[in-house]
């Protein structure tokens, strides 16, 4: 049974990374996961193997310790568990390896960015089940997320645009609609209730992806640099897979 360690001072993060980690051990054969707000009370927990993986916030509001601390000081006892840090700023990367921090996971941190590092990392020894190959609505539409181009929230509607900019309306609550797409790691979260697939993405040009045919979509001001680091770890992905780009 695999054992994921959560370590986060922020109770709402710490409580959506739990979420996240538990959906994801359902999904492939179970498993458990436990919660700790502060490094004191990890650490004080904390056994040799205890845990097949620690997903730690990179900086702590309360605490002058982070995430990279409290790993360094597993590393002095000889503790080798494999570790994710979950972090705002792809600049903390640096500071992660003397602490053998296999992964980093920008946030916002949703349930695909998340799954999508786990699987790399083989977390779980069971094989996960494949998405399925197209999504169905609440119209009873069936519709393949692949060739969604943007979702955006309008209302108590969605509007789907596909890739001619063809839009199909739905009613649907949006915070479902992005967590049915979750296992196709393309459709970013932008915006408050946009979705963009960043396979239709040609550049982030002032804060905006631009898509191929010129449409521009703004990204929130506050995570553009991750937005620009999703659009270049999925054309690496995807060159990497021998796709067209």
Not at 72 to 83: I, V
Not at 116 to 138: I, K, M, N
Not at 158 to 172: E, H, L, N, W
Not at 213 to 220: K, Q, S
């Amino acid at each position: 049974m695999t054992r994921i360690a959560v370590l986060d001072d922020d109770r709402q993060c710490l409580d959506q990374l739990v979420e996240h980690a538990t959906h994801y051990l359902d999904a492939h054969g179970g498993g458990h996961v436990d919660a700790f707000d502060s490094p004191d009370e990890f650490l004080l927990a904390h056994r040799p193997g205890a845990y097949d993986l620690l997903v730690f916030d990179c900086v702590f509001d309360k605490d002058r310790r982070g995430g990279v601390d409290v790993l360094l000081e597993l590393r002095r006892r000889g503790d080798t568990t494999l570790a994710v840090l979950v972090t705002s700023s792809p600049d903390y990367a640096i500071s992660g390896y003397a602490a053998d921090v296999r992964a980093y996971v920008l946030k916002p941190v949703t349930y695909g960015r998340l799954a999508a590092e786990l699987d790399r990392l083989g977390v779980a020894l069971t094989t996960p089940p494949r998405p399925q190959s197209a999504l169905r609505l609440p119209s009873g539409d069936v519709i393949s997320p692949e060739t969604i181009a943007y979702a955006q929230a309008d209302r108590h509607y969605i509007c789907i645009y596909d890739s001619a900019g063809v839009p199909t309306r739905i009613r649907m609550p949006f915070g479902q609609f992005e967590e049915e797409l979750a296992p196709w790691p393309q459709l970013y979260h932008a915006n408050r209730g946009l979705l963009v697939n960043l396979d239709f993405v040609s550049r982030l040009d002032d804060g905006d992806f631009v898509l191929f045919d010129g449409t521009r979509l703004p990204v929130a001001r506050r995570q553009v640099s991750q937005a620009r680091e999703a659009l270049a770890d999925r054309g690496f992905k995807r060159l990497r897979d021998g796709e067209r780009l």
